[in-house]
């Protein structure tokens, strides 16, 4: 991956559905350029998906999840990640294991997914950050 790849990638994060030619004029390259470097990270596993990130009014939190040490980890959170308030989850260093992103429609939702992740025979514990406000990086 070079230095036209991550710029193409810095466009893409912030609004993944930008079109190619609008792409092409900002980097001074063709719109086959940038299609072509576009699938060829898509092909390699740099871009996973494309996804659409909503103002829906919902409640959005992080959930931390620490587990037992003698668990499989990526197992709890592939399970999780089937979740339907789930937004995302990422397996982190630090004090906590796994980290869900939720977006749901209230916090009884949300109250309702952090005893169903406490509920898990793995899970020793749950901390729960609401989310007030969000910025595009």
Same mark, same amino acid.
């Given at each position: 991956m070079d230095s036209l790849d991550r710029e193409i990638l810095d466009i893409l994060r912030r609004d993944a559905r930008t079109p190619y030619t609008e792409i092409a004029g900002q980097l001074d390259v063709s719109e086959g350029t940038v299609r072509n470097r576009v699938e060829n990270l898509q092909s390699e596993g740099v871009i996973e998906?494309?996804? #659409? @990130?909503?103002?829906?009014?919902?409640? $959005? @939190?992080?959930?931390?999840?620490?587990v037992a040490v003698d668990v499989d980890t990526e197992a709890v959170a592939d399970r999780m990640a089937d979740w339907?308030?789930?937004?995302?989850?990422?397996?982190?260093?630090?004090?906590?294991?796994?980290? !869900?992103?939720?977006?749901?429609?209230?916090? @009884?939702?949300?109250?309702? !997914?952090?005893?169903?992740?406490?509920?898990?025979?793995?899970? #020793?514990?749950? $901390?729960?950050? !609401?989310? !007030?406000?969000?910025?595009?990086?």
């Open positions: 998906r494309f996804t #659409v @990130a909503t103002s829906t009014g919902n409640v $959005k @939190a992080m959930v931390e999840i620490d339907e308030e789930v937004d995302f989850v990422w397996m982190v260093s630090g004090d906590e294991d796994v980290v !869900l992103v939720v977006d749901a429609a209230d916090t @009884a939702t949300v109250n309702d !997914l952090i005893s169903r992740a406490r509920g898990q025979e793995a899970v #020793v514990s749950t $901390k729960t950050r !609401l989310i !007030l406000d969000e910025r595009i990086g």
